[in-house]
Antibody, heavy 122, light 108 residues
């Protein structure tokens, strides 16, 4: 069973770049069986998909965040990462990484990390 | 963009059946997935592809999808089922994952 663990700073200053890493265990990130995704959830609110990446490096982002988001993969470390630039208080949320089943008919998140709270504040 | 609409809350007595709906334009043509999220925890997939259950999810959880509404049904509700539930689809036209706003299930 795949396990995921988010890591990164819990506090980011406004206008700076939020950077998080997700470490995958229990399976190879480059196996080709999964896509890898980031999702966030502001306190007391719903889930928002940020974007996904395939082992090849192919990405797709939520249009509402696309101009500020970069997701990358490091197969040598079995990790994938999120960078969100020019953050504001509205980016304060719990950030989850997740593995995805994604093909021409199905796309869903089967395993999730525990989540990490990122607060944007000076 | 594609929008999924869920009722903010559903209440049910223990042992009864809870039905949580997820509305969307012609959602019956899409595959719908459901997640359970308990306070302070990450979401857990409970139903995928409209009505399939991942390993370890009780048979009490089932799903259906037709027309403009998908439904998550929880039979013989237990206190431990109290949680937020989210539906999710892939909008293939925009290649974007979409979540419903979530429904808080209260067990009376």
């Amino acid at each position: 069973q795949v396990q995921l663990q988010e890591s990164g700073p819990g506090l980011v200053k406004p206008s700076q770049t939020l950077s998080l890493t997700c470490t995958v265990s229990g399976g190879s990130i480059s196996s080709g069986s999964y896509y890898w995704s980031w999702i966030r959830q502001p306190a007391g609110k719903g889930l928002e998909w940020i974007g996904r990446i395939y082992t090849s490096g192919s990405t797709n982002y939520n249009p509402s965040l696309k101009s500020r988001v970069t997701i990358s993969v490091d197969t040598s470390k079995n990790q994938f990462s999120l960078k969100l630039s020019s953050v504001t208080a509205a980016d304060t949320a719990v950030y989850y990484c997740a593995s995805m089943v994604h093909n021409y008919i199905l796309s869903y998140f089967d395993y999730w990390g525990q989540g990490t709270l990122v607060t944007v504040s000076s | 963009s594609y929008v999924l609409t869920q009722p903010p809350s559903v209440s049910v007595a223990p042992g009864q059946t809870a039905r949580i709906t997820c509305g969307g334009n012609n959602i019956g043509s899409k595959s719908v997935h459901w997640y359970q999220q308990k306070p302070g925890q990450a979401p857990v997939l409970v139903v995928y592809d409209d009505s399939d259950r991942p390993s370890g999810i009780p048979e009490r959880f089932s799903g259906s999808n037709s027309g403009n509404t998908a439904t998550l049904t929880i039979s013989r509700v237990e206190a431990g089922d109290e949680a937020d539930y989210y539906c999710q689809v892939w909008d293939s036209s925009s290649d974007r994952e979409v979540f419903g706003g979530g429904t808080k299930l209260t067990v009376l």
